[in-house]
């Protein structure tokens, strides 16, 4: 017997056939004029093997209770009742407190989780842990670690370049060029936060071009862009020179638009210095842009004058922003734009993110969502989110962040809801160092990902299809109601039960609660919410029964409209309300890895640098086609997607046979931080030294008790390097790293296997339980 249900994912609203208590089929929702193929990750998600099925302590804590250990993650683990875990865990959290403060809880708990915002696992841990006193926090994110402190500091915001952002329907109708850096990749735009039930861009650039709109963008991948295009594949990592030298063109030209500089933005005198080389003696022109890039010089001339001509807007992808000095990018993306004039202008100036998440394009919604109260945070410590092992590794000692000098505390406990550091964070070795010092990892899961693997306590939570709970995003017109479409699998509970529980046993179980169910909270915050519109929308049952309900939108906006039209009273929240291309501030922090003006700096891991000549291949750790992440790995498309079992990595095929590898065979890739297997994939579409793996296979060392292990199945974040963009920002640098890549021979075999066979994958394995 099966139910039909709908629901929703981060990448789209669907109808489910339900049976056994799991997903069978999924059809997306009607409405959807582009549905993602993620949505075939979910049948055989609820009941995999990978889940969670009751709570578990590693056995080595539960022996020698609290205190570093490097067992973590190659320890067993024994299986407890839910009154046991509240009972150990509740006193674990008052052991700490009391002897060490709550600056000792690590509770930034960074991931994305759940679609549905009230079981929102972030969310949850971060009220209940503000309850207990509080926690050391994290700020920004993985997505956007350089850009959301370089863009307030220079534009006044971040958030509004994607949340008010120029409408497709805009750049339809008005933009004559459309400028790309990074891409305008349609896989990345099945996505956002808190759920997406629309999927406009596809549509938006074919009628573009219908219109007669032109693409031009710069990636090392061809595939960034679907359909006709002009393609130019730098070197990756030298966006910023290109955009001198294009920059230095208009400026030499007289194609400058002296009067927006004037007026719209400050210091573009300083910046012209830097420009023209009048202080250094380097010009960044076009000649000098093509020094660095491998582009032709005459094609970046010819661009800029093309630029100049007509409509323009100018697009950076956040890929940019994920590798050192990532603050540089968005900065002169915006720095080009302004030199256009064309800020304000529908069709034109500046653009953050097209082809990176279903979000820039889309009309905001007119007014904000139904949220959860957090109440504050009585403890004040934070670090940058990309920082954790920094922190972990290095307590008390200072660094720089954003102009302050800050000092890493000394954490004792982890608490994890939500999120998968295995995933996210680099150089995965140092992260399992990082990971051995505290006294309790703590997290809370529906899967035994690798993180789940490295915990103490492991709290086997519910997904999202196994309660009651609905969507929000700002960029959505649709709130989604998301009804459990089965009963949650095994022993496992919804993250706000384990909390409510904990709370209790800890004195504040009334305050965390605040009487109601989980179900009373929908209703709670449903009603609350619609109370303070301005417009009347249903009752609770109304809405629920109906499954959706539509909310105002602000249709055809674009970015800086306002601005443009009136500097003064719609100044922006910089120093001087206008655009900084110098920031006095900046300039001030004096730091060497970030100037007062865009510039710029060699990257350590790029092709043109040193170390190429050992590891002579530049990956591209991007975001993955099949899945959302980690999350789902063991579903339908993302296992399609593997070759010989593991993550495909994509080369040219002239890599591919330098190195004796062909179609299907699996090679090492590795560098002096580690290494993994991966899938041989040879595609002409890739720039030559460039390979690409995208992030999000499970990570599998074969030997679980070695940090150092080669990881089988592919997992990039063995590779990359664990440093910030600079002293501004210490965003995550991920996206990019240089490697080597061979033949894979499993060498000396004491086991007795087969010298031409390869380690068997066992991410999606759960451990040893008793
Ligand atoms: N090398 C490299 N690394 C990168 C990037 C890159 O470009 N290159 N990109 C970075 C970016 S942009 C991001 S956003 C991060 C993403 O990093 P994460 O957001 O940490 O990755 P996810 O796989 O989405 O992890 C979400 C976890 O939440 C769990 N989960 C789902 N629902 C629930 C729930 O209801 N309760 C609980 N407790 N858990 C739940 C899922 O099972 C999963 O393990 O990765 C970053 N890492
Ligand atoms: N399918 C899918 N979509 C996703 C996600 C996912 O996991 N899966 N994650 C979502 C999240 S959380 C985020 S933050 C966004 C991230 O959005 P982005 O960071 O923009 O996404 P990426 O796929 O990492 O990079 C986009 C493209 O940039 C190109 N690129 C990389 N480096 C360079 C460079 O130096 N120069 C140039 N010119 N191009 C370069 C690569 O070819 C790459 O394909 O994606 C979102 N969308
Ligand atoms: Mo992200």
Same mark, same amino acid.
């Given at each position: 017997m099966s139910v039909s249900r709908s629901s929703l994912a981060h990448w789209g609203a669907f109808t489910a056939e339900v049976a056994d208590g799991n997903i069978a089929t999924v059809t997306p929702a009607a409405g959807d004029a582009d549905p993602s193929p993620l949505l075939g990750n979910l049948p055989g998600s609820l009941r995999h093997r990978a889940r969670i099925a009751g709570p578990a302590v590693r056995a080595g804590w539960l022996r020698d209770g609290p205190g570093p250990s490097d067992r973590r993650g190659a320890d067993e683990f024994v299986a407890v009742s839910w009154p046991e875990l509240t009972e150990l865990l509740a006193a674990e959290l008052r052991r700490v407190i009391d002897t060490h403060g709550n600056e000792a809880i690590y509770g930034g708990s960074y991931g994305w989780a759940s679609a549905g915002r009230f079981h929102h696992a972030q969310s949850q841990v971060h009220r209940f842990l503000k309850l207990l006193g509080g926690y050391t926090s994290s700020r920004h994110s993985y997505s956007l670690g350089a850009t959301g402190v370089i863009m307030p500091r220079v534009v006044g915001t971040h958030d509004d370049l994607f949340k008010r952002s120029t409408a497709w329907d805009v750049i339809v109708e008005h933009t004559d060029l459309l400028v790309a850096f990074g891409g305008l990749a349609l896989k990345n735009t099945g996505i956002n936060h808190g759920g997406t039930t629309a999927h406009p861009a596809r549509a938006a650039l074919r009628a573009l071009r219908d219109r007669g709109g032109q693409i031009v963008s710069f990636s090392p991948l061809r595939e960034d862009v679907e359909g006709e295009y002009q393609w130019h594949a730098p070197v990756p990592g030298t966006d910023v020179a290109i955009m001198l030298g294009l920059a230095h063109v208009l400026a030499t030209e007289g194609l400058a638009d002296r009067a927006f500089l004037d007026e719209y933005c400050i210091g573009y005198p300083q910046f012209e210095r830097y420009l023209l080389g009048t202080d250094d003696g380097v010009p960044k022109s076009a000649q000098w842009a093509a020094g660095i890039s491998g582009l032709a010089a005459r094609d970046i001339t010819a661009l800029a004058r093309r630029m100049a001509a007509g409509r323009?807007?100018?697009?950076?992808?956040?890929?940019?922003? +994920?590798?050192?000095?990532?603050?540089?990018?968005?900065?002169?993306?915006?720095?080009?734009?302004?030199?256009?004039?064309?800020?304000?202008?529908?069709?034109?100036?500046?653009?953050?993110?097209?082809?990176?998440?279903?979000?820039?394009?889309?009309?905001?919604?007119?007014? #904000?969502?139904?949220?959860?109260?957090?109440?504050?945070?009585?403890? +004040?410590? /934070?670090?940058?989110?990309?920082?954790?092992?920094?922190?972990?590794?290095?307590?008390?000692?200072? /660094?720089?962040?954003?102009?302050?000098?800050?000092?890493? =505390?000394?954490?004792? *406990?982890?608490?994890?809801?939500?999120?998968?550091?295995?995933?996210?964070? &680099?150089?995965?070795? +140092?992260?399992?160092?990082?990971?051995?010092?505290?006294?309790?990892?703590?997290?809370?899961?529906?899967?035994?990902?690798?993180?789940?693997?490295?915990?103490?306590?492991?709290? =086997?939570?519910?997904?999202?299809?196994?309660?009651?709970?609905?969507?929000?995003?700002?960029?959505?017109? *649709?709130?989604?109601?998301?009804?459990? @479409?089965?009963?949650?699998?095994? &022993?496992?509970?919804?993250?706000?039960?384990?909390?409510?529980?904990?709370?209790?046993?800890?004195?504040?179980?009334?305050?965390?609660?605040?009487?109601?169910?989980?179900?009373?909270?929908?209703? %709670?915050?449903?009603?609350?919410?619609?109370?303070?519109?301005?417009?009347?929308?249903?009752?609770?049952?109304?809405?629920?029964?109906?499954? &959706?309900?539509?909310?105002?939108?602000?249709?055809?906006?674009? *970015?800086?409209?306002?601005?443009?039209?009136?500097? %003064?009273?719609?100044?922006?929240?910089?120093?001087?309300?206008?655009?900084?291309?110098?920031?006095?501030?900046?300039?001030?922090?004096?730091?060497?890895?970030?100037?007062?003006?865009?510039?710029?700096?060699?990257?350590?891991?790029?092709?043109?640098?040193?170390?190429?000549?050992?590891?002579?291949?530049?990956?591209?750790?991007?975001?993955?086609?099949?899945?959302?992440?980690?999350? *789902?790995?063991?579903?339908?498309?993302?296992?399609?997607?593997?070759?010989?079992?593991?993550?495909?990595? #994509?080369?040219?095929?002239?890599?591919?046979?330098?190195?004796? @590898?062909?179609?299907?065979?699996?090679? +090492?890739?590795?560098?002096?931080?580690?290494?993994?297997?991966?899938?041989?994939?040879?595609?002409?579409?890739?720039?030559?030294?460039?390979? &690409?793996?995208?992030?999000?296979?499970?990570?599998?060392?074969?030997?679980p008790a070695d940090p150092d292990s080669l990881c089988v199945h592919g997992n990039p974040n063995v590779l990359t390097e664990d440093v910030g963009t600079s002293s501004l920002a210490r965003g995550c640098t991920g996206a990019h790293v240089l490697v080597q890549v061979e033949r894979f021979v499993w060498g000396e075999r004491s086991d007795g296997a087969d010298p031409g066979s390869v380690p068997p994958v066992r991410a999606h394995e759960p451990p040893v339980i008793h």
């Open positions: 323009t807007l100018v697009t950076v992808s956040w890929s940019l922003q +994920r590798i050192r000095h990532g603050e540089q990018a968005p900065w002169m993306g915006l720095t080009l734009a302004a030199m256009l004039g064309q800020i304000g202008v529908p069709g034109g100036g500046f653009g953050h993110g097209y082809g990176s998440m279903n979000e820039p394009g889309l009309a905001p919604l007119r007014h #904000r969502l139904p949220v959860l109260p957090q109440g504050a945070n009585p403890v +004040r410590t /934070f670090i940058p989110v990309a920082a954790v092992s920094d922190m972990l590794l290095h307590p008390g000692e200072p /660094f720089d962040y954003n102009g302050s000098r800050l000092t890493y =505390p000394d954490i004792r *406990l982890v608490y994890w809801a939500g999120g998968n550091p295995f995933h996210h964070h &680099q150089n995965i070795p +140092r992260l399992r160092r990082a990971l051995a010092r505290p006294d309790t990892i703590v997290v809370h899961d529906p899967y035994w990902t690798a993180m789940a693997k490295h915990a103490d306590i492991v709290v =086997p939570s519910t997904t999202a299809y196994e309660r009651d709970d609905y969507s929000g995003s700002k960029n959505d017109p *649709l709130l989604v109601a998301m009804p459990a @479409l089965a009963a949650p699998y095994a &022993q496992s509970r919804d993250d706000y039960t384990t909390f409510a529980d904990l709370a209790d046993r800890l004195g504040v179980g009334e305050q965390f609660t605040e009487g109601r169910s989980a179900r009373e909270w929908l209703v %709670h915050l449903y009603q609350t919410w619609s109370a303070e519109l301005d417009f009347a929308v249903p009752d609770f049952d109304r809405f629920w029964a109906d499954g &959706q309900l539509r909310l105002p939108t602000e249709p055809g906006l674009t *970015l800086l409209a306002d601005f443009r039209a009136d500097p %003064h009273t719609h100044a922006l929240h910089t120093p001087s309300g206008r655009i900084e291309i110098f920031s006095a501030d900046i300039d001030g922090f004096g730091y060497a890895d970030c100037a007062g003006h865009p510039a710029w700096f060699e990257p350590t891991e790029w092709l043109g640098g040193r170390r190429a000549a050992d590891y002579p291949l530049h990956l591209l750790a991007n975001q993955p086609t099949s899945r959302l992440h980690s999350q *789902l790995d063991t579903g339908a498309v993302s296992q399609k997607s593997k070759v010989a079992g593991r993550e495909p990595i #994509r080369m040219h095929p002239q890599d591919a046979s330098e190195r004796g @590898l062909s179609d299907g065979d699996v090679a +090492r890739v590795f560098n002096d931080r580690g290494a993994c297997l991966a899938g041989v994939v040879t595609d002409t579409g890739v720039r030559p030294r460039v390979v &690409q793996l995208s992030t999000g296979a499970w990570y599998d060392p074969l030997d």
